[in-house]
């Protein structure tokens, strides 16, 4: 079987192999057809086995390979910056129950991995975005105001509170939603395939699906060495659309720029230092441009990360700029060393907000998960499977729209991590 590499990734290095997985060879048929093996695919193929729906997933490499397996496992309850009066703006009725789904999202998950057993290092533990300068201070009032409508568990922390959850005077108060948490993404991944294929999914991986259309009446997705039709198609690459095999999804591939998200994790923090610094082990991601964000593995590991761009070596011109910047949060940790160092993409769109298409009779794919894709791709996996089995789209959690490619993709592509130099110096303004 060819290996499929993690490069510097901590996840791959504490977590169980999955279950091995056969090629797509020769031809198959299902009553559902899902591309791509990351957390909105599984969870889709979960929920159609539990409704006795034949499906099979077709995957590129392994489940979680992706984006699903190479982020930091924060499980966040929002968006990134759209709140729920800019979705129902948008979006109307259709906008109102995508609200629903994402202030559900995080216990869903949660829900799920204690319904079927999925051993992924899980912590409900809550998640904080505190802010970093004055001004800022509107954006956690706001949320709390536009969630509390909604009926999330949010409450607004003052600058003590935030000190004492977080260890630290960097921060100027903030935002807490209490479902939110983490757990170790490609565990939970890999836990999934597990439960489909436990339930009779079919899982094909080192399958990268060539082309997808629509013949005589079903859905044919084809790969190097097989193809398989079936009544019903979901798409569910997001980010890594367009990565491997760049004719499958232009319209989808080119509406969503993939940015390089770089994640590191500390040597095991000592107990004295870990009760100060995070002491409830919340997730924590700011209102920083360049954003600061951290969480708590099971090994005590801080895991965190940043952005870089330039030449060199950038791992290790990460490790030091983050270094310092966590000696700065909380001087009490002292000296840092990073094991591991790796990344992946994450799907931004031009207004933060996710893109869900028709693809056709009965197909469906969607793509922008704006780095909030953990707790959301595990509740839209329900929707996609009500999708196929045919609720009306009033019942849906879904706001459909027309894909819109960004003009000239491949150029802004390019340019696209000098934002970076941008969001500093905004951030360092507002601070100043």
């Known amino acids: 079987m060819t290996e499929v590499r993690w490069p510097g990734s901590l996840w791959a290095a504490v977590t169980p192999r999955g279950p091995d997985f056969p090629e797509l060879i020769g031809s198959h048929e299902a009553d559902v057809v899902i591309i791509g093996g990351g957390f909105t695919g599984l969870s889709t193929a979960l929920h159609l086995r539990e409704a006795g729906v034949d499906v099979a997933i077709v995957e590129a490499m392994e489940p979680g390979w992706g984006a699903s397996g190479r982020n930091n496992g924060q499980v966040i309850p929002t968006l990134s910056r759209p709140d729920p009066e800019d979705i129902v703006a948008k979006h109307g009725p259709a906008g109102e129950r995508f609200v629903g789904l994402l202030r559900d999202s995080a216990a869903t998950?949660?829900?799920?991995?204690?319904r079927y057993g999925i051993e992924a290092e899980q912590e409900q533990a809550g998640w904080v975005q505190p802010v970093h300068s004055p001004g800022r201070i509107k954006i956690a009032e706001r949320r709390v105001r536009q969630w509390?409508?909604?009926?999330?568990?949010?409450?607004?922390?003052?600058?003590e509170q935030v000190r004492d959850m977080l260890g630290s005077d960097a921060w100027f108060g903030?935002?807490?939603?209490?479902?939110?948490?983490?757990?170790?993404?490609?565990a939970l991944a890999r836990g999934l395939s597990r439960v489909v294929l436990e339930r009779g999914g079919r899982i094909f991986a080192r399958s990268p699906a060539e082309s997808f259309q629509r013949c005589i009446g079903r859905w044919q997705v084809k790969t190097a060495k097989g193809e398989i039709t079936a009544r019903a198609l979901v798409v569910a690459t997001n980010a890594y659309s367009g990565e491997i095999a760049k004719s499958l999804a232009p319209e989808?591939?080119?509406?969503?720029?993939?940015?390089?998200?770089?994640?590191m994790a500390t040597q095991s923090?000592?107990?004295?230092v870990r009760k100060t610094i995070i002491p409830g082990r919340q997730a924590m991601s700011d209102t920083h441009g360049e954003l600061y964000f951290a969480r708590y593995d099971a090994r005590n590991?801080?895991?965190?990360?940043?952005?870089?761009?330039?030449?060199?070596?950038?791992a290790e011109r990460l490790k030091a700029r983050v270094a310092e910047r966590l000696l700065r949060l909380w001087p009490q940790i002292g000296e840092v060393s990073f094991d591991y160092v790796w990344n992946g993409?994450?799907?931004?769109?031009?207004?933060?907000?996710?893109?869900?298409h028709r693809l056709?009779?009965?197909a469906y794919g969607w793509t922008g998960c704006n780095g909030r894709a953990v707790a959301l791709t595990m509740a839209l996996g329900g929707e996609f499977a009500k999708a196929v089995r045919g609720v009306p789209e009033k019942d849906l959690a879904l706001p459909f729209t027309e894909p819109v490619t960004i003009p000239a993709h491949g150029l802004l592509r390019k340019l696209a991590p000098l934002m970076l130099l941008l969001y500093r110096r905004r951030d360092a303004r507002e601070i100043a």
Do not use: C
């Not at 903030?174 to 490609?186: A, Q, V, Y």
């Not at 989808?252 to 994640?263: N, T």
């Not at 590991?301 to 950038?314: E, F, H, N, Q, S």
């Open 109 to 114: 998950l949660f829900d799920m991995v204690g």
């Open 148 to 159: 509390s409508k909604f009926g999330a568990p949010v409450e607004l922390l003052s600058r």
């Open 174 to 186: 903030g935002f807490w939603n209490k479902s939110g948490g983490h757990i170790n993404p490609l």
């Open 252 to 263: 989808i591939a080119h509406e969503v720029m993939p940015v390089l998200s770089w994640q």
């Open 269 to 272: 923090l000592s107990d004295n």
């Open 301 to 314: 590991r801080l895991v965190t990360g940043g952005a870089v761009i330039g030449p060199g070596d950038k």
């Open 345 to 356: 993409y994450v799907g931004m769109t031009t207004d933060f907000l996710p893109r869900f």
């Open 360 to 362: 056709g009779p009965d």
